[in-house]
């Protein structure tokens, strides 16, 4: 035993010696209140699987501005509308020039009619509708007909994987996986979970796909053949110099980026959106018989409801706000980082900070919503709320000039899927899961929450 004491001594001024040093190199003076780090770690252990919830939990305990460090790096966490508006007032034309390519009302009514076809099929085989993935398809060729005027997966595939929508699928699983790499740079490219080998397999085949969009449309330029004018088109033109020699705004590599964004932030956001609202729908039946009522009374029982029509249905909109708040598309935003040391509300947020804004966290916040777990979409008809930015008391997609990409489409689909489908469709859970309740676990699928399990409910015409 006498012998161990000198290496216990050892021991132990190596830890002391390590702590000195972790502390020399992440100094928390000034920095806004959080738990204290454990040497080298910090508090990464605290995130779970469900970082939106974890943080929502600390934050009852440090305030609305918390800092905490994850391995090597310092996050600030934002979880009340006063605190995000100090970090979110920023605002350009980044959402209107990202609008600009969805404007295709023809094709979004094309989608639409296409998915109420389908669902009517399998109320006649009596076969249940996956909400989400019928929703998520739908999306995904809304999509891809805008960018390459052509579908790119089917409704009609009875259970046979689609290359494109798996590979679509496994960039939002890649992309959500957690990495240790990401808290600690030190280590990145040992690959310690490899997550980013999984994840560049899976880019490679979707660059793929893309890389023969663009090599054939190319090719058909070159031959002489008409232009589509899609946002493929749009890219090709900004990716060519003009005839001055002017330079090119685009290339490859940059092409391939834009693309893998629209395509996984578009599909998602509403896709997991109309879910969750079917959801809410199915466990409220009060709340389906009043949104059933109103888009029979508004635009008639059976038909499918026209963008025109949306600013009709007030209670309708009301659902979808209130599924907002119990279930923002991205509970912690887009994250941002810090590029120099700032001041905010009186605390140093220093340079390189990760900036995580838990809308998750704001849409439970009991000083701003009466009963915040409650389903109650009856509170948005008594006053207006602008989730698109506006108010930031239900920012779902953010605000300023980070604001999701996928917003732009998902303001315009949800609401028409979901009155088409709701005013075409009586719907009905499984005898089990109306006797057992309906599952509302939840996962983080890359930023996006969806369903844990995925919402299956039978359908009869109207």
Request: hydrophobic content about 45%; charged content about 25%; aromatic content about 8%.
């Amino acid at each position: 035993m006498t012998e161990l004491l000198p290496w216990l001594a050892w021991l132990l001024a190596l830890l002391l010696a390590i702590c000195l040093l972790d502390l020399l190199a992440h100094p928390r003076r000034g920095l806004p209140p959080g738990p204290y780090p454990l040497p080298l770690m910090g508090r990464v252990h605290l995130l779970g699987d469900q970082p939106h919830r974890s943080l929502a939990r600390l934050s009852k305990i440090y305030g609305p501005l918390m800092s905490l460090r994850l391995g090597a790096v310092t996050v600030v966490a934002v979880s009340s509308p006063e605190v995000a508006r100090e970090f979110l007032q920023k605002r350009d034309a980044v959402f209107a020039n990202a609008a600009r390519w969805m404007r295709s009302q023809h094709l979004r009514r094309e989608k639409v009619e296409e998915l109420v076809d389908h669902v009517g099929w399998l109320a006649r085989d009596d076969v249940p509708v996956d909400v989400g993935g019928v929703a998520f398809t739908t999306a995904l060729n809304l999509i891809s007909c805008t960018v390459f005027s052509r579908d790119m997966t089917s409704l009609d595939e009875h259970g046979e994987p689609n290359e494109f929508r798996e590979v679509v699928l496994q960039i939002m699983e890649a992309a959500g996986c957690p990495n240790l790499s990401d808290f600690f740079p030190a280590f990145a490219g040992a690959h310690l979970q490899g997550c980013r080998r999984r994840a560049a397999k899976v880019f490679a085949r979707l660059h793929r796909v893309f890389d023969a969009e663009i090599y054939q449309r190319q090719h058909g330029r070159e031959a002489g053949e008409p232009r589509r004018n899609d946002f493929l088109d749009l890219l090709l033109d900004a990716g060519e110099s003009d005839n001055n020699g002017t330079a090119a705004m685009l290339d490859h590599d940059t092409l391939r980026t834009m693309l893998t964004d629209i395509f996984s932030a578009g599909s998602d956001t509403s896709s997991s959106t109309v879910e969750w609202v079917m959801t809410e729908l199915l466990r409220n039946p009060e709340s389906m018989t009043k949104v059933c009522n109103e888009l029979a009374a508004v635009i008639g029982s059976g038909r499918i409801v026209e963008e025109s029509e949306i600013g009709r249905l007030p209670y309708l909109q009301a659902v979808i706000k209130a599924t907002f708040r119990l279930h923002p598309p991205a509970p912690l935003l887009l994250p941002r980082q810090v590029e120099m040391t700032t001041k905010r509300m009186g605390y140093t947020i220093p340079k390189g900070a990760r900036v995580m804004i838990n809308a998750w966290a704001m849409g439970r916040d009991a000083n701003v919503w009466s009963e915040p777990e409650k389903f109650m979409p009856g509170r948005f008809l008594a006053r207006e709320v602008d989730f698109k930015g506006g108010d930031f008391e239900l920012i779902p997609f953010g605000a300023g000039c980070r604001i999701c990409p996928g917003m732009p489409l998902a303001i315009r689909m949800v609401p028409l899927v979901l009155g088409s489908l709701l005013n075409k469709f009586k719907w009905k859970l499984p005898i089990d899961v109306e006797t057992n309740g309906v599952d509302t676990a939840e996962k983080l699928g890359s930023l996006t929450l969806v369903k844990a399990v995925p919402l299956c409910a039978f359908t009869t015409p109207v």
